[in-house]
């Protein structure tokens, strides 16, 4: 039981930041009547989501988003579209491959440190 005080809550930091770097909100309330609680409010930032339909065409506005996010930042990654659109990487590289097949784009240089084009 010693130090239990110490390492209860030590967790919540790191809470904090893995939720809020997601796009999501925190916040913590303390309260101490009729007993000490603490209250973990997460609250997930609606994020507009694509929908593909199920017979695996890529979607003109998903497209759209890539190639606006290449125009904006050539250096762009993969994880970081995949969290601006709200999507899982899979889908990003899956509509990277269609993009680059339709010759909409192309990669230049090596996987890490190169960049992207808008053909």
């Known amino acids: 039981m010693i130090n239990l005080g110490e390492r209860a809550g030590s967790g919540l930091p790191k809470i904090c930041q893995g939720w ?6 925190l916040s913590l309330y303390d309260t101490f009547e009729p007993y000490d609680q603490t209250r ?6 609606d994020v507009e989501k694509e929908k593909t339909d199920m ?8 497209s759209g ?6 125009i904006e930042n050539e250096y762009v990654t993969i994880p970081e579209l995949a969290r601006q659109m709200g999507v899982s990487e899979r ?3 899956r509509n990277i491959q269609k993009l680059q ?6 990669r230049i240089g090596a996987a890490r440190g190169g ?3 808008v053909i």
Request: charged share 30%.
């Open 91 to 93: 889908t990003i590289e």
């Open 40 to 45: 973990l409010e997460m609250i997930w930032q």
């Open 101 to 106: 097949a339709g010759n909409k784009l192309r």
């Open 20 to 25: 809020e770097s997601t796009g999501g909100t």
């Open 65 to 70: 988003k890539i190639l606006d996010a290449v």
């Open 115 to 117: 960049r992207w084009e």
């Open 55 to 62: 017979s695996g065409k890529m979607s003109g506005k998903m």
